[in-house]
């Protein structure tokens, strides 16, 4: 079997198990992936090359949760994944191509909560399964996985918002989005390194060489506002997981809105997704002619 037509057996085969597992998100994958891929066809070909690579990494990204699942013995609720799909949407397609980002003052809020969200669920399943390894000398607790989970999380949080820095910064980009506000607080005026309150700015006046002055209302605040309550919104993202987290720990399992959201442990070899109906069994039978292998 040749790299290629493995790749395509591979891809067909969890098709089949992505639809044997869960009929409403399968269908709620295909719909988004053929929306995105349109979506990406219009922009290239009306040169909105950035928009254009966005989409194609949104299709990329909606691949994630099932890779994801195999390669670390993980099981998503279908209601996770639905969470995940939609965030990915949210970000790419949504809050990038179509500038729901500028347009919507609460886009990225809501972004960054979903994120801190997801990512505790995904390091959580992550550290759960891999400290239970046999060969491993320690064991740890669920309580130190979930508090693990929030801090790796947080730090990756961190690294996005280092990120936004640097392209403000050195790229010139505006990332950590500008603010206007009509007071703060400084020690720059007092010798005596006392802060000193500004209260009820009404407007500043920016002089620029060769250029006109620039009038805004309020002062303006360079990203610092941006960057904590973007943190603080991931933050609060990571607690309400961990909460569900906790609810579903002290019921063992049994706490039906948790279990919706809690990722579990499942050896998908051993326990394959069920791959008999109908249009499963299609996607198993087209990517055995296309490779000639008699694996369903």
Not at 94 to 104: A, D, Q
Not at 169 to 198: A, Y
Request: hydrophobic share 45%.
């Amino acid at each position: 079997m040749s790299l290629t037509s493995n790749g395509i057996y591979r891809f067909n085969r969890l098709l089949a198990e992505q639809y044997g597992k869960s009929k409403i998100v399968f269908y709620l994958y295909t719909a988004l992936r053929l929306f995105t891929i349109v979506l990406m066809v219009i922009c290239a070909a009306k040169g909105y090359w950035l928009k254009s690579a966005q989409c194609f990494m949104a299709l990329f990204f909606y691949w994630t949760p099932a890779i994801w699942e195999r390669k670390h013995n993980t099981d998503f609720p279908p209601v996770f994944e639905v969470i995940i799909l939609l965030f990915i949407t949210a970000f790419f397609t949504v809050g990038e191509v179509f500038n729901f980002m500028g347009i919507v003052s609460w886009w990225d809020t809501m972004l960054h909560t979903l994120y801190g969200f997801i990512f505790t669920a995904f390091f959580f399943s992550f550290l759960e399964i891999y400290t239970k390894d046999k060969e491993l000398k320690f064991k740890v607790s669920p309580f130190y996985s979930c508090c693990s989970a929030a801090g790796m999380t947080m730090l990756f949080g961190t690294f996005w918002e280092y990120f936004e820095f640097f392209a403000d910064q050195v790229l010139k980009k505006d990332m950590q989005k500008d603010r206007r506000v009509d007071h703060f607080s400084t020690t720059f005026f007092d010798d005596t390194n006392v802060p000193v309150e500004i209260n009820n700015i009404t407007s500043t006046v920016i002089n620029v060489k060769d250029g006109d002055p620039i009038i805004l209302n309020g002062y303006l605040d360079i990203g610092i506002l941006d960057t904590m309550k973007d943190s603080l919104v991931a933050f609060a993202g990571v607690v309400v997981f961990c909460i569900f987290l906790i609810l579903f720990l002290k019921s063992k399992g049994k706490n039906k809105v948790a279990a919706t959201l809690v990722p579990g442990y499942r050896d998908w070899k051993e326990e394959p997704a069920e791959t008999q109906a109908a249009l499963a069994k299609w996607f198993i039978n087209l990517g055995n002619r296309k490779t000639g292998s008699n694996d369903g």
